[in-house]
Nanobody
Framework: VQLQASGGGLVQAGGSLRLSCAAS????????MGWFRQAPGKEREIVAA????????YYANSVKGRFTISRDNAKNTVYLQMISLKPEDTAVYYC????????????????????WGQGTLVTVSS
């Protein structure tokens, strides 16, 4: 599985961005997806996750009500819509794929993910 994240950039606090992650290499609808982020000097953390069919989602408390994860299985793409951005959202954002066929849930733990994209930088200025 190859993952290509895009959509990062510089935005003012209160602004919006939409990240995309294009997947290739396996049947996209057969695996769950997640978005993680890593800020300078901090550990990587879960942002949001979505199950294979999109029926189950997970959000970190810090982004609930502001971020929305979605997927388009016909386009092999997962999205992260981010609104009301805050300076503390500044980080490199990574998409990841959980290809375990025995799971059909949105996984919050990084160990559950088998493939990772290269990351896209989001910078929120105050």
């Amino acid at each position: 599985v190859q993952l290509q994240a895009s959509g990062g950039g510089l935005v003012q606090a209160g602004g919006s961005l939409r990240l995309s992650c294009a997947a290739s290499g396996r049947t996209f609808s057969s695996y769950a997806m997640g978005w993680f982020r890593q800020a300078p000097g901090k550990e990587r953390e879960i942002v949001a996750a979505i199950s294979r069919g999109g029926g189950s989602t997970y959000y970190a408390n810090s982004v609930k009500g502001r971020f929305t994860i979605s997927r388009d299985n016909a386009k092999n793409t997962v999205y992260l819509q981010m609104i009301s951005l805050k300076p503390e959202d500044t980080a490199v954002y990574y998409c990841a794929a959980d290809v375990n066929v025995g799971r059909n849930t949105a996984q919050a733990q990084a160990w559950a993910y088998d493939y990772w994209g290269q990351g896209t930088l989001v910078t929120v200025s105050s």
